[in-house]
């Protein structure tokens, strides 16, 4: 008897101590948290029709944050399909991240809820707006979080949207399928490369490997 007390209590100090754990884990997330400040653009099709925000409230840590709002549809239209287009800001003001959210079946005067988490680095701010389509990403590939569109590579004017490594086009490039293929084709061009170097060229190459040349 004395043996099932003692385990018992052990069994509750362990699930304490682990519920306590965790309860100054998110106290901690939570205290990394700080409010972040942004706009809100509503106008649906520049007509003068728009929509409202309220009961905003946006925090973010360094890795990650949130959202938390009511969006109305105050255009006296019924609204089939939109995107929110959330544009988040970094510390040096520079664009880290575009989130698009759809919006669909929203009745004229019709209120809805809306939580949305991100993960961006250090926002300090936001911009939100409303899109009636999804932006065409066709030639848009994205590099360690920034988007470079081939067609005009930096604004350059630079069409890069045909150029091809290895038999694969640099638009097709960033998927581990392509990546995989790319790979395949780069090792079959240096084995039929290597198999149409003559004997001399290894025998001149050896030399330069050990120094004589």
Known sequence: MDRMKTFLIYALLIVGFF???????????????????????GYYNRTGNYFTMENMSAKACNVNGYMSFD????????????????????????LADTEYIEIANMKPNEQKHF??????????????????TLPDKTNIINILGWEIDLSNVFG??????????????LIDIFSWNNV????RNFWNWSLFF?????????GIGWLFIVGLL
């Open 19 to 41: 519920a306590l754990s965790i309860l100054l884990e998110n106290g901690l997330l939570l205290a990394m948290y700080s409010k972040i400040n942004g706009e809100f653009d």
């Open 71 to 94: 969006l109305m549809n105050s255009t006296n239209v019924l609204i089939n399909k939109c995107y929110l287009k959330i544009e988040l800001y970094n510390e040096q003001d520079l």
């Open 115 to 132: 939580q949305i988490k991100f993960k961006a680095n250090n926002i300090e701010s936001y911009h939100i707006s409303i899109e009636t």
């Open 156 to 169: 350059l004017g630079i069409d890069l949207t045909n150029v091809t490594i290895f038999g694969t086009k």
């Open 180 to 183: 995989k293929e790319t790979g």
């Open 194 to 202: 290597a198999k149409n170097i003559p004997l001399w060229g290894y």
